[in-house]
């Protein structure tokens, strides 16, 4: 039996010591940065019939709206809500309206397709529907009366389905469809008569245990699991993301990433609005467009995938914009090597977390030394502990092997919807993720990747990720991917898979070059592989699915 200090177990300070931190509720948390920033500007949302600019003070009003609402439709304590928008501003209007009103907001991601959708809304139980109609070339109101012909047969408020038995409001933004689908102004007239003293009655009784919010996995190996989690951890997180970046001053923040992700949520809106900056708000990445904001809206901050500052590069208008506002942007990005750009600024890339936690759960603020780091994933946030297990037995490992990362703490999920508690948690309380690594004695923790991503060949074991994260470093890969493909002999072997930035314009020996440099000989892929970005089948959080592409590899390779 290992002894604590022997053991692979590493914890933050308590949370009693942890500071910079507000209300815990997120109706608390609405109303104290409305508080401190209320002349401020909360948002901007370049709208095609014009901008929209709204204050902190604007946004409370209009979260009380669609909260009075709410109450007005039947919502109380812990009913569920569903929001299915791009970033746009009902958005957030919405998820704090439905805080107000007592609720449970259900983000759901716009790139659901419909058989998701109806997962989603089936295991969601919501009883409200807040969407937005038109999402590119979707029709989310045309779809949900397809997946349910009553709804559009209704009248608003009187849904009787027995595919969502829960469901009895659908509002929109954008033009009504008619039947139980009611317009955006519509649905928030039947708020006006009540009483917005009720509501603040109502938000004041939220404790920050109570369930605040269910956000969804993005389903890169399942169906989307429902991650409910408490208010606590989800105002946590968004107060602690501007220390982790380290923001100071007026910021103003562009994201493309749905609000619908918890990460996007956090990083983006969270670390915004606890420094009382401003969201530049595009509903959908378009590249251009996207350049066009941070020109005209002097932004910032920029929270973007590496697939996405790509296509930044690519756009047509590159050359021709000013970012010289630009800070906070990783000085490695595509962004920061644009001709107006000066930044050294590193973000806060060494960390871990996952929904199940609200985002990060370990992790080194930006800035701190590479000799710190270590290429590690950060020290356990206050109130979070880690240990290290044997995937088989469960058995806690000593301090160095390597095993299950398994995590608990102040922001850890309340639960899986329909999963019981003693399926998701071990005797002790922890959360055993799946995900491979080790700790080591300064309290660090190393993550190597999924434990079923783990390859092994003639014997070893090896990380994926450390070698797509070499091959990032090599010029002409715009996205890489290494799996393990069956061999008879080896048990698996090393391939990986890459999306060059153009055809031919990074060759196979130079790739295995690059890497015996870097890496020992048997993490050196066997085999390269050159795809199309179009070829690889992504989660809507822009995952590349590792089954989808081990089957991809293997027939590329029969071929």
Not at 282 to 300: C, H
Not at 332 to 338: E, F, G, Y
Request: glycine share 10%.
């Amino acid at each position: 039996m290992n002894t604590e200090s022997e053991a692979s177990i590493i914890k933050g300070i308590p949370l009693s010591e942890e500071a910079g931190l507000g209300a815990l509720t997120l109706s608390g948390y609405i109303r104290e940065v409305t508080e401190r920033y209320g002349d401020r500007e909360a948002l901007v949302f370049h709208a095609p019939e014009g901008v929209v600019r709204w204050s902190y003070s604007e946004l409370y009003e209009r979260s009380m709206a669609v909260a009075r609402t709410l109450r007005a439709c039947g919502v109380g304590k812990d009913t569920r809500v569903a929001i299915l928008m791009t970033n746009r501003p009902e958005w957030i209007s919405s998820f704090f309206g439905v805080a107000l009103a007592g609720g449970v907001a259900c983000p759901i991601s716009t790139f659901s397709t419909a058989s998701e959708l109806e997962y989603l809304l089936s295991i969601s139980c919501a009883s409200v529907l807040l969407l937005e109609r038109q999402v590119l070339k979707k029709d989310f109101a045309a779809i949900v009366t397809e997946l349910a012909p009553e709804i559009g047969k209704a009248q608003p408020g009187a849904l009787q389905s027995e595919k969502f038995p829960f469901l009895r409001w659908i509002a929109t933004v954008g033009e009504a469809s008619g039947g139980a689908v009611e317009g955006w102004d519509a649905f928030l007239k039947r708020g006006e008569v009540e009483p917005r003293q009720l509501v603040e009655a109502t938000a004041a009784t939220t404790q920050p245990s109570d369930a605040g919010v269910i956000f969804f996995s993005s389903g890169s190996t399942s169906k989307p699991k429902g991650i409910m989690s408490a208010h606590r951890g989800v105002c946590l997180q968004m107060w602690r993301w501007r220390g982790h970046y380290k923001l100071s001053g007026d910021v103003r923040c562009w994201s493309a990433n749905g609000f619908f992700w918890s990460g996007n949520f956090g990083m983006a809106l969270g670390a915004t609005f606890s420094t009382g900056g401003s969201l530049v708000l595009q509903p959908t990445f378009q590249a251009a467009e996207a350049l066009e904001l941070m020109d005209k809206e002097k932004v910032n901050f920029a929270v973007a995938w590496p697939h996405q500052w790509a296509q930044l590069v690519d756009a047509p208008n590159w050359e021709k914009v000013d970012l010289s506002s630009i800070q906070y942007v990783d000085r490695t990005t595509a962004l920061a090597k644009h001709p107006t750009v000066k930044t050294d600024w590193r973000e806060p890339y060494a960390a871990y977390g996952n929904t199940e936690t609200f985002t990060i759960s370990s992790i080194f603020q930006a800035g701190t030394p590479e000799e710190e780091i270590a290429g590690s994933h950060g020290r356990p946030l206050p109130g979070m502990t880690f240990k290290i297990v044997d995937p088989m037995t469960g058995a806690t490992v000593r301090r160095g092997d390597r095993g299950e990362i398994a995590v608990k703490g102040a922001t850890l999920m309340l639960g899986y919807l329909g999963v019981p508690g003693d399926e998701t948690l071990d005797e002790n309380g922890f959360f055993r993720t799946g995900d491979g690594g080790y700790v080591d004695d300064q309290g660090r923790l190393y993550w190597e990747g999924r434990l079923n991503d783990i390859i092994k060949t003639g014997g070893a074991n090896v990380s994926p990720l450390e070698i797509d994260e070499a091959l990032q470093q090599l010029p002409g890969v715009k996205a890489a991917q290494t799996v393990g493909v069956p061999h008879d002999t080896l048990g698996e072997i090393v391939v990986s898979c890459i999306v060059p930035y153009e055809e031919g314009g990074v060759k196979e020996d130079d790739v295995r070059d690059f890497l015996k440099e870097r890496l020992a000989s048997y993490k050196v892929p066997r085999k390269i592989l050159f795809f199309r970005e179009d070829e690889l089948t992504q989660t809507g959080s822009a995952k590349i699915k590792t089954a989808d592409l081990r089957q991809l590899a293997a027939k590329r390779m029969q071929g």
